[in-house]
Structures are given as structure tokens and as C-alpha cells.
């Protein structure tokens, strides 16, 4: 039996495509009182919501149209704008992967947000990722590998933590008393908090690449015409609450980026030629995708004057493709401009004095992987040529 | 001006080795009165210990000497035994490198625990990752990535949280409702408990890998003879407090394993036939190292009947060599056997329903690359001649 929603939070007017994706991603962060909801994908005139036994609607309703009306204000005047389209290549239609890469072993779900990859999947992994690695040697990249835990002091001095706090994940360890660690066994073995154990936290777990960059090379300044390049592939997190699933939305994923400092006109350019290198790429392996402009997924207050000026300037470029197995475009990478954004929060600055501009470009390479199964399939000698050949050349077996 | 000692804890007897070892790695744990501490390398008699300001001297001794105590009743008796030993090479003598790897900045040291690496050593690191997987293949081992959280649950289950607590990082996500997160943001900008917004963890940043590769096959049957193997890079985490450094005891590093289940035999025969690759490998590259029986260091109370059973069983050779720069061995592998402990824990059976056995091979990643480097110095030049054709195929430019 079906329970019917407890109350369905109707918008003042049908919402733009952008503004009600915006607003149903804020939406599961409004109130612990949130059990789910289904949205409008149709019409985007409303959303059904179930609450929690003893849930408060009228708060609920009330913080959500505060939540739209934030959005409403202004954000969205600015229109997306369709930089690169490839939604017409000729070739079976998208289909849901999930089930098949999970019966195949391909994928080993553990839960919501964190699997196992293992045979062509991984060796698909290793595609990708041998791809990017290629595409970040043709900018001259230097090879860096950055630890996986973050300062929150580091972040904090990108602002990161003000804007996007919704998703982060803390990394305390355990108060170093022994007092402390058998409290922590004692919660293990028989219930109670664990958190009672824990330090307060100095750091957590990254977000995100390239801020670990600008903190490496912090306080440089740039020789005259210098455009410095890097790349890394690190594991972030991002906590996406109940959208977290084993398929396209983990919690534990991986990002290859490329990272560029130098001169506005240099790192404009890097970025127009990673999407140029990357469209070329795609277009080979026959991909289905479009470039767009977009706003990150900033989180409530600061998000209608950021995300005004992310489109105003055309800052994030996203690519994306259709999923199967979801209700909306999954974002496989980003080509980002940040301005002088963090060369000022960084110290880093032009010959001349001036902070430099940074931009970096980013994919998340187990949606890579994901995407291309859906398009392409599960069968490595229908794959097209260089992946079929690189697949091929790696043990395929499976645990 | 230094301050003097709070006070010098003596042992009833001057200890053996291993015994002060133990006692030295243990006593962090014991208080957090205790700032820092200084071992008495030569003699093994006694502890100098500094307290905080405030600090109770009279607790920390007793609990001092009951940490002595439950090292020293039995722990101990049988002897480690040699079992490879290249300590005898001909090379210059090891030297510390730590401070020039940060000059050239092949190593950037963000704080305790956590550096990036780049240029040569992070071509290093690749190098002995790749070897790794070379020896791996020759197990016919199945390639598989793990993720980097794992489940407090899973950990349980494998009794992983009750023997080695102490150096545990916990993942926390926020609370999902927006009041948390605002006090986040709030206590981030300006101080305040972090703590206090975070969910209770389900999950912990996992301290090791083969654990993921249990729960990935659990409630398996083994056909009759067979030999599962699989390899795995992952993510590891050990906090171990002031001990941490940036260099061989970091708080965020790699771990490669070779996991191996099956029947006592053939996992003997395995780890047997791991050992004898690593030795040969590590003798064409002129490595100083030695293999010894060992004990793993458990918390306190679960000491002495473990490391025990482990000694008397051989069920852990540790991979050991001279750390300049430190003032005792450091561990840069392990090849293991845990009987059946695994394979009951998770289900894993022989052909005739039997508990199935298993093992594992693991490799320190940035510990290879440190103490290759304290071995063979910082010029890729002389390097070895396989090490030297890797390396000189990367882009080693440095940030």
C-alpha cells in the first residue's frame, strides 16, 4: 500500500528547468522533518512531500517557500547557454546499467553512496583516467597527488565551507586518551554515541581537487607571462543525503582535475582548449553529451547573488549527459573560471603584483564510467576501438 | 632553555626490544597529561615524560606501569625470528631525506600526517605501484577498488575496532537539516564546536584494505581447490598522534594488498611464494632490508594473548628496514595468514563447508618510496637502471 504524500508544496508558478532543478536539490537539506518527496519532473509546478512521524508540516512549508523564494529572487534572469551540443549522434538509446553492472560483479555495492569497481569497470576507470592524464600532458601539466583529507582552515580560506557546507563529511579521529578509546569500543560493541570519542575536527574530507593546489603553491608569484599547470586525481566526498545511491550520486568518488594559474586571457584560453581537447575526445568515442553554462549547487543563503554571477560571467561550463536512471542530466565534468577568486584567498599573484586568475577542469571519473555503459553497453568488444583495445589489455576478472 | 623531564619512568628491568617497542608505541594512549616523551633508545631502562600544565604525574605513572605490566606478562616469551636478512648490502649508508625532498619539493608537507608528493617521488610511488601489481598478476589476482569509507559494521565484524581503536578516524557527515548546517558554518567562521552539527558516524576512514575485500565476497563457497586472489590499492588512515610526521608515519597514505583465500595450505604456500618474489625483486634493486616474525600493535588490554598467538604461529613477517631519520625499524610491508579468523567472521568457506583461511600481502606505498630514497639518494640518475628507465618516462616537473 502507498502512503499518500502528507502534503503537496505547490510553487506560485510553473519554475524554469534550472530554477526547480535548483530547488529540489536544496530541498532534502530544508528539515530533518523530511521523510522524501517526489517532484514534478513533468511540470515542475510542485513537490509531494512525506514527513517523518510527528513531522511539522506548517515549519516544513514554510522553510521551502523560503527556499524557492530565495532561488526565485533573481538567480535565474540569466539563461543557460548551450556551448556544445551532441545530443543527436546516432546510436541505441541510453538504457539503465545499474542492475546489470551489479549482476555481473562489475560493481559491488556496499551502501547508499559507496562501491566496489572491479573487471571491465574498473579497467574503464583506468581508460578514463589514462585519458585525462593525457589530455593534462598536452597542457604540460605538472603531476601532483594531494592527500585526501583537507584543513578546514585551508577550505575556510576558500570560502568553500560557507558555501557548500550541506555535503561535507568531518574527519575527527579519536580523542588520543585511553579513557576515550574504550568509551569509543564500549559504543561499537554494545550502542551509544561515538562521537562522545571523538576530537573536535581540524579537518575533513575533500570536496574537491584543485583547493589543495592553490595551498601547495600558496604565496607564488608567477614569472611574466607564466601560466602554471597541474593535475591530480583525488578521492573526494560529498554527502547528497537520500540522492545517494551506488550508481551516479556516491559519497566516495573520485575527481581528475586540471588546474591552471596564470593571467585572465591564459587561463580563458586553457579552458576554451580543454573543452575543445575533451569535445574532440568524446566526439571519437561517439558520446551523446552537451556543454552548458550552469551554477554550482551553492548552498541556501549564498546562493541567488554566487550563482547570478557564475552565469552572468559564464564561470562553469558543465558536461553533460542524459541518465537513464534518473529523473534528471547527470554532470560528468565542469571547465571552471574562477577569476582572481582564490589567487587572492591563495597570495598568488601575476609578475606584476596583481593576483592571478585560476580556472581548472574536472571529471568525475566513476561517472564516466557509469555514462558510457549506459550509452555504450556492457559488452567490451562492442566498445569502440581504443577503449576495447585498452580493456582488453588488462586482467578482467572479477571476486 | 629546556625544560626538564616531569619525570622519568623506570622499568623494572631494562627491556627486551620488541617488549620497549611495544611499551613506547602504547604510551601516547595512555593520558592526555602526556605532552610529549622521550625513550631511552640505548638502554631500554626507562621513559622521560613531559606533562601538560596541570597534569596528574601520579595517574600517568600508574598507568605507565600498568601498560608495563600487561606487555610484560607473556607477551613476549617466544623470540622473533630473521627470516630474510639484507642487512648486509654494500651501498652508502642510509642518510635522512626528508628535508630535501621539501627543498626540491618532491614533497609538500601540508601539516602532521599529510603531504602531497610530486616529480620524482610521485614517479616513484608509481613505480613501486606498478611493481606491486606486476608481483600481483603473477597470483593470477583479480584487480579491484575499494572505497575509502568503510562500515563501523563491516570493521565489527571483523573485530577490527575492539584490538586496534586508537588510531581510528571517524567520518561524520553534517546533520541533513539546515540548522545544523548554518551552526557549522557558524562555528567554522568563528570557533565554536564542529562536533555538535555532525550526525553519529556509521562509518570510519578504513585503516586497511583487505577488510573491504572480505565484505565483497561474503558468505562465499570456494570451489574444490581454489584460490581466490585479488588486489586492491586503497586509502588508509592511522592517526597516530604525536608520532605522526611527514614521512614514514603518515596519518593519510596507500596501502597495496595481495589478499589471498583458500585453504591453510595454499594460502601458506602463497604468502610463502610472495615473500620469495618481494626478496628477489628487492635484491636487484639493492635494497638494505630484513623480514622478521611480528606482532601487530593491538590496544592495551587485547595485547597480550594476541600478539602472542601471533608470534607463536608466525602469522605476521614484517618487512623491515633502517629508518635514518627515525629511531627505530620501519615496517615498509607485511606478509600475513589469519586462519580462519576472516573466513568465519564473514562467511567464507571451503569446498566442504569449512571455514575457509586467508592471507594477505601489503605494501606501505609512500613508505617504499622513503626509504627507497634514504637508500639510493635523490639523484634518478643512479637510481637503478629499472627504476631509472620508469622514472625518466614521466613528466617530473614539480609545482
Given at each position: 500500500m502507498v502512503r499518500p504524500p502528507s502534503f503537496r508544496f505547490a510553487l506560485p508558478s510553473p519554475a524554469t528547468e534550472p530554477a526547480y532543478r535548483a530547488f529540489v536539490d536544496r530541498l532534502p537539506y530544508c528539515s530533518p522533518d523530511i521523510e522524501r518527496f517526489a517532484p514534478d519532473v513533468a511540470g515542475r509546478a510542485f513537490v509531494d512531500v512525506w514527513l517523518r512521524p510527528g513531522g511539522d508540516g506548517a515549519a516544513v512549508e514554510a522553510r521551502l517557500a523560503e527556499l524557492y523564494a530565495a532561488i526565485a529572487r533573481g538567480a535565474f534572469r540569466v539563461p543557460t547557454e548551450v556551448w556544445v551540443d551532441r545530443r543527436d549522434r546516432a546510436a541505441p538509446p541510453s538504457r539503465p546499467v545499474l542492475d546489470d553492472l551489479i549482476a555481473r560483479r562489475w560493481l559491488v555495492p556496499f551502501d547508499a553512496g559507496r562501491v566496489a569497481l572491479q573487471g571491465p569497470a574498473l579497467a574503464l576507470y583506468d581508460y578514463f583516467d589514462e585519458q585525462f592524464e593525457a589530455i593534462a600532458a598536452e597542457f604540460g601539466a605538472a603531476r601532483a597527488a594531494f592527500p585526501t583529507l583537507i584543513s578546514i582552515e585551508t577550505l575556510e580560506r576558500a570560502e568553500y565551507l560557507q558555501s557548500f557546507p550541506h555535503h561535507i563529511t568531518l574527519a575527527p579521529p579519536l580523542r588520543g586518551d585511553s579513557a576515550a578509546i574504550d568509551a569509543f569500543r564500549r559504543s561499537v560493541a554494545g550502542g551509544g554515541s561515538r562521537l562522545a570519542s571523538a576530537a573536535e575536527p581540524d579537518h575533513v574530507l575533500s570536496p574537491t581537487v584543485c583547493i589543495h593546489c592553490y595551498e601547495a603553491v600558496r604565496g607564488r608569484r608567477l614569472a611574466p607571462g607564466e601560466l602554471v599547470c597541474a593535475t591530480a586525481i583525488g578521492n573526494c566526498f560529498r554527502h547528497e543525503r537520500d540522492r545517494l545511491?551506488?550508481?551516479?550520486?556516491?559519497?566516495d568518488f573520485h575527481m581528475r582535475e586540471i588546474i591552471f594559474i596564470g593571467d585572465r586571457d591564459r587561463v580563458a584560453r586553457a579552458r576554451a582548449d580543454s573543452v575543445d581537447r575533451v569535445t574532440r575526445w568524446l566526439d571519437e568515442l561517439g558520446m551523446r553529451y552537451w556543454i552548458e553554462t550552469a551554477t554550482d549547487p551553492?548552498?541556501?543563503?549564498?546562493?541567488a547573488p554566487q550563482a547570478y554571477f557564475q552565469l552572468a560571467n559564464k564561470t562553469k561550463f558543465e558536461l553533460l549527459v542524459d541518465d537513464p536512471g534518473g529523473d534528471r542530466p547527470l554532470a560528468l565534468g565542469s571547465f571552471n573560471v574562477h577569476h582572481d577568486f582564490f589567487g587572492s584567498a591563495f597570495g598568488l599573484s601575476l609578475a606584476g603584483g596583481e593576483p592571478a586568475d585560476t580556472g581548472c577542469t574536472a571529471f568525475g571519473v566513476e561517472r564516466f564510467v557509469y555514462a558510457f555503459a549506459t550509452q555504450h553497453g556492457l559488452d567490451p568488444a562492442r566498445w569502440p576501438e581504443p577503449v576495447c583495445a585498452f580493456v582488453a589489455s588488462r586482467n578482467l576478472s572479477c571476486l
Open positions: 545511491d551506488c550508481a551516479a550520486r556516491l559519497w551553492f548552498f541556501i543563503d549564498r546562493f
